[in-house]
């Protein structure tokens, strides 16, 4: 079970403000399908191209193929630019 | 990918950079130094208002003006849909850009755009601009970011829909954002000690030395040639092509040496505009923007507001922190709130954190990037109270840090957990370092701060063209702001095994290399660099095949050692190794060109954290801070150049002063800016500093082949509030908003002083 | 109304150019001379970006007119190495790593050499004030300051 974590602006919007909870999937792919099927609509706005993806620590800029453990833990977050 | 460390030849050492030459001789084309000929030359009519209706636009007197070619207002530009996507620096909205870069229906701030002309020389496009006659319906306007959340404020965009932000009426907050860990009220409850501030910073200029730049050049055919500094290139070519309607395949842009950014040079102001012209004209346009129109018209950072709760033991041990954070986004939406929030208190492991931010329209120039874009701001109040709570505590500020700091396995509360990070070691060696010891004297104080940034990888492209002789070509696609290509071409002779002055590292246009993201938060030498030992690898590959079919072998029984391709084991046969050039000077009779390349989404960016010291002396009588000794700690994963890794620290550690000390926006009552040139925006000078020590930590990060953490970003996060807490240490007085300058210490002071006395 | 017509030498080779009353020798050497190594940062005297020696005396030349340099001696970053030698200070700039972006070091090479000629020995404070008219943005001025005082080292050394 990867252990997934939202930021709460998008808990509040998607999940009724559950931001860490666990869901079966070996890809980020496949993750966001379960996401959007658990809670219409975020799966898309995961993919949006808004977010980042953290696995295990590393941050993804545009995590889409990414394969997970079945331990891993994935937080979602605002994409991250720089100066 | 594993970064045990090996002797390296040339990584870690301090070769001069391949641009060098050519930019201490005044050879270096910038910006400004590219002409075409026949080129003719472009200027910009700006907003005196801070906030109007555009009634009407006549440009008639204008156009009739002998000399004048065109006049272009925003009815030259298609208008585009309002939705985010990603581009550039994140998240763009081509309504917002193609307002930014020219005014519709209102003008936001003073300085915006609201037409352009181009003619056969600048004066002539100048007295152009005054024959340009525009009706404004001048509107109540807003400059503060917490007057600008008030209920009645004047409203910049009624028809703007908040992002996580509930409400039916006109805001002008653009988004809201929240993230959290754990339950704050268990952790205030499980405090000893809890302390609240409000603390506020103003917005500040990036302030490169050389403004924006442009040359574009339209033919009949349509192909558009682009010339100019920017931190992206490819990013030029995407922006322009949306607001213009042109396909990607009509652009070429060729980034010209770029004198500074800082971030700033992430967006358009002036390629669009000069690319239309040219268009309209037939003839290659130039804009240079004056001084004056870099600060009133291009990208500051947000200034902001915010407050701070945290509660401790008496231990010392942080049980929570809560945080709001209020920025200004400038006319259009893009405060960077979230990195703002994320980074706040992420050097920390702290089980209840909740942290909230506002993106905030004002009337001033829309916000662009700046070095760790928000962490500053957010950072300078985080560590301010984390020192009030160490004096609380009567705890030593490094050892309160210490005691609470992230390390590989604290879960951050912007979500992920860290994996390997250097945070104690900054610590360590800060509290370990000769100046953290040195005694001070009347009037002196020592101030400590950390700072956080994620760094990034992002999209690269690089190709290695190994040449007939044995040298070798880097190409890469990212502009080189502060000497990426001398490391760049390290890493390369590294891998070839060859002498790194026989590797020539150029930066393609966007037709001579693979897409790149922009240069930009820290990724450079990072993810192209990355690219660039991939590519090298590639090429290593095809020269051992090319030794193979020499010694008729398998490729596999061909190993690269030191330059020169050798067979793996005395099974394989015995041969005489064979160099990198004997191998190029066969290659035509063995295959071909040997050309490497890499093309990549590269991953794993190391987060980056810094410990800064600083001392200041504070003269009671006028209020001057002076800096007298800085030492920035950082971990830099591994220096490549570790030169221009200490020239990031440095650079970065005087920005943060000079933003804690004097640099600021000032606008009179009609929300006009006032202090448009550097006599007025000060930014530091070389008689106001001292040395800055730059102390590097190698922690090195295991997703980059040699360990390369980005370097850039993080200098700038701490000085704010160790200029403060250093201001504190000196004066007893806790300066809550910068910038700490004379009139507004004296001031402090002052009220202080009567204060104690009347107790 | 009719251009001023000026003679004089430019690193040492005699040139004549027009010039309108306006320009200022910063915009005859770039758009006039094609010499583009002098930068423009503000226009206003503030950054020292354009620094070039005006008959032995330092100045921006965004604050000098075109006209006023008849019969001058003009000397700018593209005269400062002889020929293929770069000058020390030059050198130093590029084994110190004092620049990065690149765009004040014409300048601040330009003032340096300027400082070295008339004090051969100066100490720190003596640099960071010389220098104080030429900003940096990039490298907080740390190894600017170091390579000027080490390149006068070295040439009090080499001088003996």
Known sequence: MARIILTDSLSKRFTGGDNDFEIVASSVRSLIRELDSLYPGLGAQVNDGTLSVAIDGDIYQDAFLEELNPDSEVAFLPKIGGG | MS???????????????????????????????????????????????????????????????????????????????????????????????????????????????????????????????????VKYEVLPHVIDVDEAMKDGSPILDDKMIPIGYDTKNPTNIAKHVEFSLGDTDEGFAAADVVIERTYKTESVHQGYIEPHAVVASVSEDGQAQIWCCTQGQFMVRTFVGQLLGMPTSSIRVTPSEIGGGFGGKTVVYLEPLATLLSSKVGKPVKMIMTREEVFRASGPTSGGSMDFKIGATNEGKITAVTGTVRLLAGAFPGAPVAPACMCAVAPYDIPNVHIQGYDVLVNRPKVAAYRAPGAPISAFGAESIVDELAKELGMDPLKLRKLNAAKKGTKAAYGPTFRDIGYEETIDLAMDHDHYKAPLGPNQGRGVASGFWFNIGGESSATVNINEDGTAVVISGNPDIGGSRASLAMMA???????????????????????????????????TGLAVVEAAKDAVRQLCERAAKIWEVDADGVVWDDGHAKPASSNVGEFEPLSLAALAAQAAKTGGPICGHNAQNVQGAGPGFATHICDVEVDPETGNVSVLRYTAVQDVGRAIHPSYVEGQI??????????????????????????????????????????????????????????????????????????????????????????ISPPRLLAALDSSNIKQAAE | MAKHHITATLNGEPVEFLCSTRQTLLDVLRDELNMTGSKEGCASGDCGACSVMVDDRLVCSCLVLGAECDNKKIESIEGMADGEKLHPLQTKFLEEAALQCGICTPGVLVAAKALLERNNNPTETEVRYWLAGNLCRCTGYDKIVRAVMNTAADMRENAK
């Open chain 2, 3 to 133: 970064s045990e460390r090996r002797e390296y030849k040339w990584v870690g050492t301090r070769q001069i950079r391949p641009d060098g030459h050519d930019k201490v001789t005044g050879r270096a084309k910038f910006g400004s130094d590219f002409s075409l000929s026949g080129m003719i030359h472009g200027r910009v009519l700006r907003s005196p208002h801070a906030h109007a209706l555009i009634k009407s636009i006549d440009t008639s007197k204008a156009e009739a003006l002998p000399g004048v070619k065109a006049v272009i207002t925003s009815k030259d530009f298609k208008d585009q849909p309002s939705e985010l996507k990603p581009a550039g620096e994140g998240m763009v909205n081509y309504r917002d850009m193609t307002r930014n870069v020219m005014a519709r229906e209102k003008v936001l701030y003073d300085g915006h755009a609201v037409a352009a002309v181009a003619a056969t020389t600048v004066e002539i496009a100048e007295s152009a601009l005054k024959l340009i006659d």
């Open chain 2, 493 to 527: 002779a590294e891998e070839l095994g060859i002498e790194y002055s026989d590797v020539r590292p150029i930066i393609g246009d966007t037709a001579a290399i693979g897409y790149n993201f922009l240069t930009g938060g820290s990724r450079v030498t990072f993810a």
């Open chain 2, 650 to 739: 440095q650079g970065g550690a005087v920005q943060g002063i000079g933003w804690a000390l004097n640099e600021e926006y000032i606008y009179s009552s009609n929300g006009t800016l006032e202090n448009t040139g550097f006599l007025d925006y000060r930014i530091p000078v070389a008689s106001d500093m001292p040395m800055i020590e730059a102390v590097m930590v190698e922690c090195p990060n295991d997703r980059h082949p040699y360990g390369v953490r980005g370097v850039g970003e993080v200098p700038l996060v701490p000085p704010l509030a160790a200029v403060a807490n250093a201001v504190e240490n000196a004066t007893g007085v806790r300066m809550e908003a910068l910038p």
